[in-house]
């Protein structure tokens, strides 16, 4: 079946520092491959995707690269905000299967002053 | 634009009582879906639908039901709740393009307690 594996957070960092939130994923076909991040009290909204390997989806400073020789989708931002604190979602969605998300655990992110 | 509505926000019940959580779409969308939201868990599928009369089940289907009558409104029903339906329940939905996954917008959520 299909799963995706993030790193458990929470992660606490300084604000401008360097981010990185590891995402893997296993899949019986070839998935687009997605980041969704929830702001405290809000539902899920997308903040970048890639369909196809070796793309790069970016958004707001944050970017990650679609790897299929490692089946890794890694998050990374080169200087965070106290306003990116949120928890943030790696997913994915096969093709032709009704657009059906797989989630990891999601990866909570605390930025301090 | 509203986008996906749910109601309500917030809701308590009873073990053995019964309710419909309302979600609607105002972006002419073929494809919903109900998830839930554990701690630690992300997020799990329970139903989904591809058009108004079909409806499928996900990951999670057991203790819900769904209908889809028209593209706007997936209400999600519990018929005997349960202390393990306590969650976080997220509609979502998406545009059906053929090809490619397109992305899903999700409403803001529905904390439900069951005691």
């Known amino acids: 079946g299909n799963s995706v594996t993030q790193m458990e957070g929470p992660v606490t960092l300084s604000e401008e520092a360097f981010l990185t939130i590891n995402c893997t994923y296993t899949a019986t076909g070839y998935p687009s491959l997605f980041w969704y991040v929830q702001y405290p009290g809000e539902g899920l909204q997308l903040l970048l995707k890639a369909t196809k390997a070796d793309d790069k989806g970016s958004n707001k400073g944050f970017e990650a690269t679609y790897r299929k020789e490692t089946t890794s989708f890694h998050l990374e931002k080169g200087s965070v905000q106290v306003s990116d604190s949120a928890v943030y979602f790696c997913a994915l969605a096969l093709t032709g299967g009704g657009n059906k998300l797989t989630f990891g655990t999601g990866t909570q992110l605390k930025v301090e002053l | 634009n509203a986008g996906v509505t749910q109601t309500p926000k917030f809701r308590i019940l009873k073990i053995g009582q019964s309710m419909t959580l309302q979600c609607t779409q105002d972006?002419?969308?073929?494809?919903m879906y109900w998830y839930r939201q554990d701690p630690g868990m992300g997020l799990k599928l329970i139903y989904y639908s591809v058009g108004a009369g079909i409806t499928d089940k996900g990951e999670v289907p057991n203790g819900y039901n769904v209908s889809r009558s028209t593209t706007e409104d997936f209400p999600l029903r519990l018929e005997l709740a349960a202390p393990s339906q306590t969650s976080v329940y997220f509609c979502?939905?998406?545009?059906?393009?053929?090809?490619?996954?397109?992305?899903?917008?999700f409403g803001q959520g529905t904390r439900l307690t069951v005691v």
């Open positions: 972006m002419n969308h073929n494809y």
């Open positions: 979502a939905s998406s545009s059906s393009s053929r090809g490619q996954v397109t992305e899903a917008f």
